[in-house]
């Protein structure tokens, strides 16, 4: 990543790790009482991914939206491509019209920022890295999952050290600003939906300062947006 990328993502961690001390993984009923709906329709929402995932090769990678994530979307020459519907509040109408389950359920709840498809090429590797700020958290949705050969998730989502496993339909909650990785070991193409959620516990200084990142980050995304729609 860019030099002023990374001192400013350590200085965002440093700024909140000193006052937030929640675990990797959080209570989705506690933090995220919507992921029961996304939960609920999540068959509805792969059938939209599925859809989507038939013009893969116009989905933009990662790397050729965030210039700054090329050292992990473009480690490997394995592509990592991201359908985004919606980042940080701004809607990208031509993508969400996709997807009008999806869109919906986004629509109601107020707390998600952003929805992306993601799209893991077979033998992708994600190395490991840290998310730059503590004020969202990671919601995950597994829509399309390999099996291994004895049956079990063939991607694994790698968060504090811990692999998780996790079967189609089932959301994880976690905090991306631990360092995490993905791996996907099959030869199939992985999906999930990834949202992130305004983070609502935090002391009232934090959640201005957090107001005002997401504000900053999505004038940033308004001017890059024409990388975005696909």
């Known amino acids: 990543m860019g030099r002023l990328y990374d001192s400013g993502a350590r200085l965002m961690r440093r700024i909140y790790d000193r006052r937030l001390h929640d675990a990797a993984v959080l209570d989705a009923a506690r933090h995220f009482p919507d992921a029961v709906s996304f939960e609920t329709n999540w068959q509805a929402i792969r059938t939209e991914a599925l859809q989507v995932a038939a013009s893969i090769?116009?989905?933009?990678?990662?790397?050729?939206?965030m210039r700054e994530q090329a050292d992990i979307s473009a480690s490997d020459g394995r592509d990592w491509r991201m359908y985004i519907m919606q980042a940080y509040g701004v809607r990208f109408l031509r993508n969400l019209a996709r997807c009008p389950t999806l869109a919906a359920l986004v629509a109601q709840s107020p707390d998600v920022l952003s929805a992306s498809f993601s799209?893991?090429?077979?033998?992708?590797?994600?190395?490991?890295?840290?998310?730059?700020?503590?004020g969202i958290l990671r919601g995950y949705l597994v829509l399309s999952m390999p099996l291994d050969s004895e049956g079990r998730p063939a991607a694994t989502l790698t968060v504090d050290g811990h692999a998780h496993r996790l079967?189609?339909?089932?959301?994880?909650?976690w905090d991306d600003t631990f360092e995490h990785e993905v791996l996907n070991a099959s030869d199939e193409v992985r999906i999930v939906l990834l949202l992130d959620i305004r983070r609502?516990?935090?002391p009232l200084d934090l959640r201005l300062l957090s107001n005002a990142v997401i504000a900053l980050v999505r004038l940033g995304i308004r001017v890059r947006g024409s990388r975005i729609a696909v």
């Open 57 to 65: 090769a116009s989905i933009p990678r990662f790397h050729e939206i």
């Open 119 to 134: 799209f893991l090429a077979p033998g992708k590797h994600i190395p490991p890295h840290r998310g730059p700020f503590r």
């Open 200 to 202: 609502r516990s935090m």
């Open 167 to 173: 079967h189609e339909g089932e959301f994880m909650l």
